[in-house]
């Protein structure tokens, strides 16, 4: 290790993290291109060639260029993604349910509801109730 100065393994590391940094930043731009629905089919073989040919402008100029659009579509992706997993577990938890999909705690509500308009009375609920979670 004498022949290798603390402060020398401090900047290799640094380049190394700035290496990994950059080809993060240049795979989630082309990615970007790829999933951007607002582009036709020559404008991202456009800006790929771009960011290959030229990386570091490419880079730069798409973000400048296009990274406020690039933030509302990861928004947009993520929103998409969270409604899709509400969806799944609806489905999931709709499945072990009563009959045509409805879930029990579906039917509780509805029974709640009725309850609370004063469409049953309470004994009525509970009588329902128990044979719902029987």
């Not at 771009?50 to 579509?73: Q, T």
């Amino acid at each position: 290790m004498d022949d290798y100065p603390l402060l020398n393994l401090f900047w290799t590391m640094l380049w190394f993290f700035l290496w990994i940094l950059w080809f993060f930043l240049l795979f989630k731009i082309i990615t970007d291109i790829f999933r951007s629905n607002d582009m036709g089919g020559w404008g991202k073989a456009g800006w790929i060639i771009f960011v290959i040919i030229l990386p570091f402008l490419g880079v730069f100029v798409y973000l400048i260029a296009r990274g406020k659009s690039m933030g509302e579509r990861d928004l947009a992706q993520m929103q998409q993604n969270e409604a899709a997993f509400k969806r799944y577990v609806q489905d999931a938890a709709g499945s072990s349910g009563g009959a045509g999909g409805v879930s029990h705690a579906d039917e509780l509500a509805k029974l709640a509801d009725l309850r609370t308009s004063g469409a049953i009375s309470e004994e009525e609920f509970q009588k329902a109730k128990a044979k719902l979670l029987a």
